[in-house]
């Protein structure tokens, strides 16, 4: 019932910027957690940052400050805005929407970010 679409994953060089989106479609609860995880070969997926629809974010201790997170309810879209990427940034991010009082999660297929020294 719900489709997360990523996009904005690219290669880009240490020090640079890079923002992914996620846009929700389907039904799509208006009171919900949209946030980003990331995963790198061989490793757990982790916490990268979440927003509630109420505005409350959350962030990863390896994220913070250099990473933003924002949302637009009305258009069921989340963003993640990084600066001053690092090599140890690269994964694949998965957008996740969650709403836990109904026991319910989606994620997206992700999207590559690499970045190079």
């Known amino acids: 019932q719900v489709q997360l679409v990523e996009s904005g994953g690219d290669l880009v060089q240490a020090g640079g910027s890079l923002r992914l989106s996620c846009a929700a479609s389907g039904t799509i609860v208006s009171i919900n957690t949209m946030g980003w995880y990331r995963q790198a070969p061989g490793k757990q997926r982790e916490l990268v940052a979440t927003?509630?629809?109420?505005?409350?974010?959350n962030y990863g201790d390896a994220v913070k400050v250099r990473f933003a997170i924002s949302r637009d309810n009305a258009k069921n879209t989340v963003y993640l805005q990084m600066n001053s990427l690092k090599p140890e940034d690269t994964a694949v991010y998965y957008c996740?929407?969650?709403?836990?009082?109904?026991?319910?999660?989606?994620w997206g297929q992700g999207t590559q970010v690499t970045v190079s020294s």
């Open positions: 927003m509630s629809s109420g505005g409350i974010a």
């Open positions: 996740n929407l969650n709403v836990p009082w109904r026991n319910r999660s989606y």
